[in-house]
């Protein structure tokens, strides 16, 4: 498994498990938490979750897939800009915990930029450090003019990644939020790596899976993860898709399959407002 520096010095997987959409139907938590644990066995051991998920009912399908296993598994949840105020943001991680049935969350991120004032949240995610309750903060859906206003703040300089919609289809991020984070050692999280399966339809994609023999999803994350200071985090509900995401980390893009992906799917020439779902 490719590893990953947090600024910290802390490493970790790469590729890691999305959550998105589970919880959502009790007929499907059996399989999604066994997808889950799966994913951990195989080393993709970062859960990316979110309080806002199934309103809460994604966190408790993580929790219920690291029970016994918690110390292998690096948690990120998110709280939603509504809760994040000073006292808000305390108040969310300790529900977040509980249904996490953990005492700690290793990464929690602030969705995305809402009205409280991001030194207020700062300063919460700093108490909750303080306390043991977070061991890591950072964002999420923050452009390059709000990563400037976080790392003004003075523990900003501590933000953990910022986690933003980033896959073929989606590479706004390369023009200006990359260089930015990547002369900063902040790393990036990269989610709907698969644009939520609508990459997977792609022509062009199809095209370089056929010629390797491999799934269009394992090109989209094949050509995510060579990207330097990524972190990737496909949401799988299934056995099968969780192995299949995973096999990913074994497929080697040519220069030839670069050069159709960037013909299919060309980078940025100027600067794109941000992306998200
Ligand atoms: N910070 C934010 O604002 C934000 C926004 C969106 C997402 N996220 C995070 O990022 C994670 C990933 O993004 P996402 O869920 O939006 O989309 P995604 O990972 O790009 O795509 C998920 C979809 O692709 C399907 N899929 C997964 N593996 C597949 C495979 N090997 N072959 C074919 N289909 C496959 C899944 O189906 P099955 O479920 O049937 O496997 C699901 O429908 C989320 O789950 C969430 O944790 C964060």
């Known amino acids: 498994m490719p590893l990953i520096t947090l600024p910290s010095g802390e490493t970790v997987p790469a590729l890691g498990q999305g959550t998105w959409t589970m919880g959502d139907a009790a007929k499907r938590r059996k399989e999604e938490v066994t997808a889950l644990r799966l994913g951990m066995d195989l080393g993709m051991t970062l859960i990316d ?30 709280v939603m800009p509504g809760n994040a105020s000073r006292r808000g943001t305390v108040a969310a991680c300790e529900k977040s915990l509980k249904r996490l049935k953990t005492d700690r969350i290793d990464l929690y991120l602030l969705h995305w930029p809402g009205s409280s004032p991001i030194a207020e949240t700062v300063d919460a995610f700093t108490t909750l450090k303080r306390a043991g309750k977070i061991r890591h903060w950072g964002v999420s859906n923050f452009d390059v003019g709000e990563m400037e206003e976080v790392v003004e703040i003075p523990d900003g300089k501590d933000v953990a990644t910022n986690q ?20 900063r050692r902040i790393p990036i999280m990269a989610y709907s790596p698969l644009d939520q399966g609508k990459l997977l339809r792609s022509r062009e994609l199809e095209g370089v899976a056929a010629r390797h023999k491999i799934m269009p999803a394992q090109v989209a994350l094949a050509w995510l993860l060579l990207q330097e200071g990524v972190m990737v985090i496909p ?4 056995e099968a898709h969780v192995r299949e995401n995973h096999g990913a980390l074994a497929v080697r893009l040519d220069a030839r399959d670069l050069a159709e992906l960037d013909r299919a799917f060309p980078p940025p020439a100027k600067k794109k407002p941000l992306a998200s779902t």
């Open 235 to 238: 949401k799988a509900g299934s």
């Open 164 to 183: 933003v919609m980033y896959n073929l289809r989606r590479r706004g991020i390369e023009f200006d939020l990359i260089p930015w984070c990547e002369r």
């Open 49 to 78: 979750t979110a309080e806002m998920y199934a309103s809460g009912g994604a966190e408790e399908v993580v929790g219920e897939a690291v029970a016994g296993r918690r110390d292998e598994a690096f948690i990120v949840s998110k």
